[in-house]
């Protein structure tokens, strides 16, 4: 804020504090500032800039320093220490850490996001460094806006927010959750291209009931208990009216790992007054729905000839199901039928009965006696099991093998996250099908190599192939309202961009190095939909769509710093002289 200041104004002040500060800015911190370069700086930016001498004599391109880089990550093997290397060079030099991280997507993406994200934010308090995003406790309610006032960019048009409930399948976290939100938001640019400035990562913080924490002494968060009262509502719904209020009704606002009935919650309440989506609800949905579709491919049955059996009913599992009711009753099949096709089974056993209201639709009549998930996937028969638990290897072996017995190519998806909680591992998912199965994981599993000699590569059905692509659609053609439709739209597009070679090796998802391409083509797609379905509002709408698309994605190569210098053309400013 002070760096934006005319500084002629702030000298001329009266306040002898702003004077103060400008000048310790100015002499002091400037060199900081202009850091994002390193050594790429030129020697005219460096003179131009107060900096020369405060860097090596050497003028480096950014292709040497990504060498560095990389040699530095290529010598550690602790994914946490390449964590915070990762997050260190993003502090210091953003457009190299994206730069590195777009160029080696399948290896780094682990480390950003899962399932490494997960043991960062279980160590978040140990491993801090410098803050990053907003942190809004229950402290502030009445003050949210001003808040938002600090946060230096002004043209914020996506915010992943969280109030560390449920990290992934490690419970509350409390403040600590908030390593999603950072995580979350780098995938929007690397694989979007979604400027980082842009991008606001949030954290709730009304305490938590995560007694380890609580007895922290370098937690960093409210030391109380979660805040469940009327408190709470009052402070989302501030934050969302403060967030409109700056920011306009077209700022998206993704929410993330909040607990189920939150979850559920407020995506009912606010999905119709503010640009809102839930990853863990509709772009899981979305990317499980794309495996299917691509599976679909491989056997040659339609979706609606599945049956598929949850492991999990929370909100992974009813929007995967609510979404893959959309796509059956696109094909003509009634609601009604569709969720027939659908079981689910949690903590509680075969849901028979209605132990939440969100579940009520895929509620059936009991089949008879099931103790345990193994006798319910040999009396419901299922073409597909999908684990959302969160609860660890339930993926028997027992439970493998019956599946490969019961179908040609069973379908296997271990969804949760990270891998620790990941219902079977791949290994396990082809070697007891004798390699027949479609598998999927939301963590990463390496290539498998059978007994006989086949090396199949499982598909990860990460979430990252689906809500960039869709953030940017939404962003540029200035959707107000995102329907469940458009994440319908997202998981046909996916499927679509699975190659019949990719599909033989045993992918289901495009490999994650082609992930910036994939997201851009659906950021196309989803743009085409959006205008021809009315929802956009943005105009006048783009005729080619996709130059309109791909001349908006940020790239990584060094702004300079130079001024814009020119002559003008036949004018001199040399002082006339008398000629005597």
Not at 86 to 98: D, K, V
Not at 207 to 232: C, F, H, I, V, W
Not at 295 to 321: C, M, N, S, Y
Request: aromatic fraction near 10%; charged fraction near 20%; glycine fraction near 8%.
């Amino acid at each position: 804020k002070l760096f934006s200041f005319p500084s002629n104004n702030i000298c001329k002040s009266s306040n002898a504090r702003y004077t103060d500060t400008y000048i310790l800015f100015v002499t002091i911190l400037t060199p900081l500032f202009f850091s994002p370069k390193g050594m790429a700086f030129t020697l005219q930016e460096r003179q131009m800039l107060g900096i020369h001498g405060l860097l090596p004599p050497k003028v480096e391109t950014q292709d040497t320093q990504a060498m560095r880089f990389q040699n530095n990550l290529k010598k550690m093997t602790d994914p946490l220490g390449k964590y915070v290397y990762l997050m260190g060079i993003q502090e210091r030099n953003e457009r190299l850490f994206y730069r590195v991280l777009m160029e080696d997507i399948e290896e780094l993406m682990p480390i950003v996001y899962t399932p490494t994200v997960g043991l960062a934010c279980t160590q978040y308090g140990h491993i801090f460094r410098r803050p990053k995003g907003l942190f809004i406790s229950i402290r502030d309610r009445g003050h949210v806006r001003s808040i938002l006032d600090n946060w230096p960019e002004t043209n914020v048009a996506v915010i992943v927010v969280t109030d560390g409930e449920r990290i992934l399948g490690l419970g509350d976290l409390g403040v600590y959750g908030m390593g999603i939100p950072v995580g979350k938001l780098c995938l929007y640019t690397a694989c979007a291209g979604i400027r980082p400035e842009r991008c606001l990562p949030v954290a709730i913080d009304v305490g938590t009931d995560n007694e380890t924490l609580l007895k922290d002494p370098l937690y960093m968060g409210l030391y109380q208990k979660r805040d469940r009262s009327q408190a709470y509502d009052d402070l989302i719904d501030e934050f969302m009216e403060a967030v409109v209020e700056k920011y306009g009704q077209d700022t998206l606002i993704q929410f993330e790992d909040f607990g189920n009935h939150n979850a559920f919650r407020f995506l009912r309440k606010y999905r119709e007054k503010y640009c809102t989506f839930n990853d863990d609800i509709q772009g899981t949905a979305s990317v499980a729905l794309a495996g299917l579709l691509a599976a679909q491919r491989a056997i040659g049955k339609p979706i609606t000839e599945h049956r598929v059996l949850f492991l999990g009913a929370g909100e992974a599992a009813l929007g995967i199901a609510n979404l893959i009711v959309m796509a059956m009753m696109e094909t003509g099949m009634t609601q009604a039928d569709a969720r027939k096709r659908i079981w689910m089974y949690d903590k509680h056993g075969l849901l028979v009965k209605e132990t939440d209201s969100n579940q009520e639709a895929f509620v059936h009549d009991s089949p008879g006696s099931v103790q345990s998930f193994l006798d319910a996937v040999n009396t419901i028969k299922p073409t597909a099991i999908i684990g959302v638990s969160g609860a660890g290897r339930l993926f028997t072996h027992d439970v493998l093998k019956s599946m490969g017995t019961l179908n040609e190519r069973p379908i296997i998806f271990a969804l949760s996250n990270p891998t620790t909680k990941a219902e079977c591992t791949a290994e396990d998912a082809y070697t007891l099908t004798d390699g027949r199965c479609l598998f999927a994981s939301g963590s990463p599993f390496g290539p498998v190599t059978l007994s006989d000699g086949r090396v199949i590569t499982p598909g990860q059905g990460n979430n990252a192939y689906i809500f960039p692509g869709v953030a940017l659609a939404v962003i540029l053609s200035g959707v107000r309202h995102i329907s469940d439709t458009v994440f319908l739209e997202a998981a046909k597009t996916l499927a679509e961009q699975l190659t019949d070679k990719e599909l033989e090796e045993g992918r289901l998802y495009p490999p994650l190095s082609n992930i910036r391409e994939v997201s851009v083509q659906m950021a196309v797609k989803v743009v085409e939909y959006v205008y021809a379905k009315g929802m956009a509002f943005r105009y006048p709408e783009p005729v080619d769509k996709n130059a309109f698309v791909r001349a908006t994605v940020w790239d990584t190569n060094y702004d300079s710093f130079l001024p814009d210098t020119y002559d003008w053309p036949g004018v001199s400013f040399t002082p006339k002289t008398d000629s005597k």
